[in-house]
C-alpha cells in the first residue's frame, strides 16, 4: 500500500467520522427537543392518544422513537458519504421526501386532531434539527467518492 493510499483511507474515515459524530450529537438533540416538544404539548393538554387499543404514546417514546430513526438518517449520510459523489445534495433530497412521507401517518391512525398536528410538529423539528446539521457535516466533507474514482 502506497502512503498516498493510505492518506486518502485516512482523510476518507475522518470524513465518515466527522459525519458519524455530528449525527450522533444530532440525534441526541433531536430527541431532546421533540422530548420537550412532546411534553409541553401534553401539559398543554395534548393526549397522544391512539385510538387502537387507546394507548397514550408516553414521552420517552417519542425520544426514543426519534433517536432510533435519526440513527436511520445518519446510517444514509454515512453511506452517501462513503459512496456519492454529491452525498449532501442527494441526503437532502432523499431525507426531505422521507419527512414528507412520515407526515402523513399521524392523520391515517384516527388520532385527535391536537395529537395528529403536535406528532406532525414534533416530525418536523426532529428533520429540522437532524437534516440541516447532517447535510453541513456532508458539505464539508466533500470530495469522498469524487477524488476517490468510486462511483455516485
Given at each position: 500500500?502506497?502512503?498516498?493510499?493510505?492518506a486518502t483511507?485516512?482523510?476518507?474515515?475522518?470524513?465518515?467520522?466527522?459525519?458519524?459524530?455530528?449525527?450522533?450529537?444530532?440525534?441526541?438533540?433531536?430527541?431532546?427537543?421533540?422530548?420537550?416538544?412532546?411534553?409541553?404539548?401534553?401539559?398543554?393538554?395534548?393526549?397522544?392518544?391512539?385510538?387502537?387499543?387507546?394507548?397514550?404514546?408516553?414521552?420517552?417514546?417519542?425520544?426514543?422513537?426519534?433517536?432510533?430513526?435519526?440513527?436511520?438518517?445518519?446510517?444514509?449520510?454515512?453511506?452517501l458519504q462513503?459512496?456519492?459523489?454529491?452525498?449532501?445534495?442527494?441526503?437532502?433530497?432523499?431525507?426531505?421526501?422521507?419527512?414528507?412521507?412520515?407526515?402523513?401517518?399521524?392523520?391515517?391512525?384516527?388520532?385527535?386532531?391536537?395529537?395528529?398536528?403536535?406528532?406532525?410538529?414534533?416530525?418536523?423539528?426532529?428533520?429540522?434539527?437532524?437534516?440541516?446539521?447532517?447535510?453541513?457535516?456532508?458539505?464539508?466533507?466533500?470530495?469522498?467518492?469524487?477524488?476517490?474514482?468510486?462511483?455516485?
Amino acid at each position: 500500500m502506497s502512503d498516498t493510499t493510505f492518506a486518502t483511507r485516512s482523510a476518507s474515515d475522518r470524513r465518515l467520522g466527522r459525519v458519524a459524530g455530528t449525527g450522533l450529537l444530532a440525534a441526541v438533540a433531536a430527541a431532546a427537543a421533540t422530548a420537550t416538544g412532546a411534553a409541553l404539548a401534553r401539559a398543554g393538554g395534548v393526549g397522544f392518544e391512539v385510538p387502537d387499543g387507546g394507548e397514550s404514546i408516553p414521552v420517552s417514546g417519542v425520544a426514543f422513537v426519534t433517536a432510533v430513526l435519526s440513527l436511520v438518517g445518519v446510517g444514509l449520510a454515512v453511506a452517501l458519504q462513503r459512496w456519492s459523489v454529491r452525498p449532501a445534495e442527494r441526503f437532502v433530497r432523499t431525507t426531505l421526501t422521507l419527512t414528507a412521507v412520515s407526515l402523513v401517518p399521524p392523520f391515517l391512525v384516527g388520532a385527535s386532531p391536537g395529537t395528529s398536528l403536535t406528532l406532525v410538529a414534533l416530525h418536523l423539528l426532529a428533520a429540522g434539527v437532524v437534516v440541516p446539521a447532517l447535510a453541513r457535516a456532508l458539505r464539508s466533507g466533500r470530495g469522498s467518492a469524487a477524488t476517490s474514482g468510486r462511483p455516485a
